[in-house]
């Protein structure tokens, strides 16, 4: 058995560290936050993430706090659908879970902290490797370690990654978006992922959230598209003219909005672009936002991760040291590929400044969304499980 480091507490490291320690290597776990808690808003697991969760016993804890989705739903603000996906379509047992990530983190890093040891507070800058072990340098000069594999999951800035010289690609998208997670007693919105786009520089989106971490209230989530640099033109400007333009979207988030009184109390997410040479390198390995950040234009970041971790702990079990890493590589290149492919293909059809980009959606998307074989391939790559273009897709014990 190894001795080996994680790199990070969030959902790609928690994950990781779980089933390395459960197949009996002696883990460790390094988290920058010294008191980690659960923030975040609504994501959806989708039937990849679901199927992780459930080989790591977790599912049933996640879904008991989350929302079943049956579609993912967007339409022009005039009532034109250019994409209507239905899982059922492709697989009547596939749905999604509207998930507060607060609840995925909670049930990941308190199942982590029973099982592994975990040093928080400590923010891990770059790595120092000794013959075929590594030890880890802190943000003060501390050193940790020796560690004969190292796995690095400490998110889209990722230090470590920063200081290792294999980032082809590194930039911060510039577009993000505005998010605030609100009660919805009356249960407003349900089974959906429900989306309006107009044109290219304003997407409204709505999430059932299922209960959050704490409390049984249903709560739901709102995203507003936003780019970076309007986001202080956008607080300067006041919430009314803002209030006024999400209600002629959607009249139903009235409810919503009522709980917004500042600009304060929503958060602006920024995004990053990460693409790497390679996931691995002599014992090191990069996994989740730290090898391979995306927009979230496909939602897929935490599923994503989840699998990462699940493939790195099945590749360790099958090949010795760094092999195992480069197996890992092996098996998740097609997927990851395809996914870090067409979220970058696709993000400028729904936050830039190109009218001719959202023309093009507007005409192509109800057109794909009409024929079966390109509805299907839009339904499994929601899932998570595409490959690509054709029938092929990620092979998991789904529920």
Partial sequence: MASICVIGGGTAGSAAALFLARAGHEVRVFERVADPKPVGAGIIVQPTGQAVLARLGLLERVAARAAVLDRLWLRTPRGRTLVDLHYAAVDPKWFGLGTHRGVLFEALYEAACAEVSITTGVEIRKLRREGTQHVLIDANGGEHGPFELVVVADGSISEVRAHAGVTTRDAAY???ALWFVAPDPDRVFTRELYQVAAGTRALYGVLPTGVGPSGDTPVVSLFWSLAADQLDAWRARGLDSWKREVLALDPRIAFVLDHI???EQLTFARYRDVKMREWHDRGVVFIGDAAHAT?????QGANLALVDAMV???AVAEAPGDAAFALYSRRRRRHLRHYQFMTRALTPF?????RLHGWLRDWAFPIANALPPFRNH???TMAGVSLGLGRAQLRLELR
């Fill in 312 to 314: 790195l702990a099945d």
């Fill in 378 to 380: 839009m339904i499994r």
């Fill in 261 to 263: 009184t500042e600009p």
């Fill in 295 to 299: 927009s979230p234009q496909l939602g």
């Fill in 174 to 176: 510039p577009w993000g």
């Fill in 350 to 354: 729904f936050q830039s400044s190109s």
